[in-house]
């Protein structure tokens, strides 16, 4: 019976993209396993609009803030191997001083989105991303250190542990906790100690100012009322290279492998594997289901208190993304798209499919 459910779930999702990429609103790919047997994959609309370059599984995508997942797992690598503990104060720990961030936040508060720090661009307030670049050259962001003053002396919204709120920047600070336990980048480290371990071949931190190649284009469409009359790319929206708290790319296959890798112990040990697959923390209800959050996944849990599918999401200017797991019909899903609107119809469809 769960065989079937998912059967006629991947169906569902596969008549839905179709449709979407027949009419030019899906461009990505699409990869889903049952079991970590591999059901459905493939690739949608163009890589490069300017030269019709067709998507293809090879393909990589900007993962946006699904990046975050990556920074969890390396963040848990140096608790395990004592470099700090989860309690640890960050601030002090990273040696920022003259700041408006409490020295009581840890490693914890930001793995949860519990810090209280400002973020950078406020999504929960409507805020947009890409608007921080209007009066400073993206370009100009580089390393982890040149986003600080776009948030650090920002009054906080609530003292460590009094709530629960997304905040970006929280994974910067992880990023830099990482620098000072490894002497080194934290661009290098992750590739080597979570891409290269999981299997992830295909993945990295590219600059958008030098040529790579399975590269999809980020862009969104320009509109004139429901017509789109153009395309704009993204390379104003975005810092050049991405960071811990976003700008990975990856497959959509490298990214089931880096599910697949965590779900088999392969990055962690047994006891920090466990606690990267549960929830920790409350986030207000939403579609029905108590959003709980963990160590940079999020969890939709019932009134019985079963997790019912477990994700992380993307998106920025230009691009979204969803790696989710539902662990009853033991499907995942990764979708990885060109647009801020590419993953989430899709998406839907597998929820209504497999959730009701």
């Not at 027949?22 to 609009?49: I, L, M």
């Not at 289901?289 to 079963?306: A, K, M, W």
Request: aromatic share 10%; hydrophobic share 40%.
């Amino acid at each position: 019976m769960r065989l079937m459910r998912a059967t006629a779930a991947v169906e569902k999702l596969e008549t839905v993209v179709t449709g979407l990429a027949d009419q030019d609103r899906f461009t990505g790919a699409v990869v889903v396993t049952v079991r970590d047997e591999r059901v459905f994959a493939r690739a949608y609309g163009y890589a490069n609009r300017a030269w019709r370059i067709p998507c293809t599984l090879d393909v990589r995508f900007d993962t946006a803030s699904i990046t975050k997942l990556f920074t969890a797992v390396a963040t848990l690598q140096q608790v395990e191997r004592g470099a700090f503990a989860l309690d640890t104060p960050v601030i002090d720990y990273i040696g920022l001083t003259g700041t408006t961030i409490s020295p009581a936040v840890t490693p914890y508060h930001l793995l949860t989105h519990t810090s209280g720090i400002a973020d950078d661009a406020d999504e929960e307030a409507g805020e947009a991303y890409e608007d921080l670049f209007i009066s400073m050259p993206n370009y100009s962001i580089s390393e982890i250190a040149d986003h600080l003053p776009n948030f650090a002396h920002k009054p906080p919204n609530f003292a460590p542990g009094a709530g629960c709120r997304y905040c970006n920047v929280g994974y910067l600070l992880l990023g830099m906790m990482i620098e000072r336990a490894t002497g080194g980048s934290y661009r290098d480290y992750v590739v080597a100690h979570v891409f290269e371990p999981a299997g992830m071949s295909r993945s990295g931190f590219f600059r958008m100012d030098v040529v790579e190649p399975d590269i999809a284009e980020a862009v969104e469409p320009i509109q004139d009322g429901e017509r789109v009359v153009g395309w704009r790319r993204n390379i104003y929206s975005y810092p050049p290279i991405g960071d811990p708290a976003g700008g990975a790319y990856v497959t959509a296959g490298d990214l089931l492998a880096f599910h697949r890798a965590v779900v088999n112990g392969r990055l962690l040990g047994p006891e920090l594997t466990a606690d990267l697959l549960r929830p920790h923390e409350t986030h207000p209800e939403r579609n029905g289901l108590t959003r709980r959050i963990g160590y940079g996944l999020e969890f939709g849990v019932d009134s019985d208190g079963r997790v019912r599918r477990y994700w992380k999401e993307g998106v920025n200017y230009g691009v979204s993304g969803m790696l989710r797991h539902y662990p009853e019909a033991d499907l995942t899903l990764a979708i990885l798209g060109v647009g801020m609107d590419a993953a989430w119809t899709p998406v839907e469809a597998m929820d209504e499919a497999l959730l009701g």
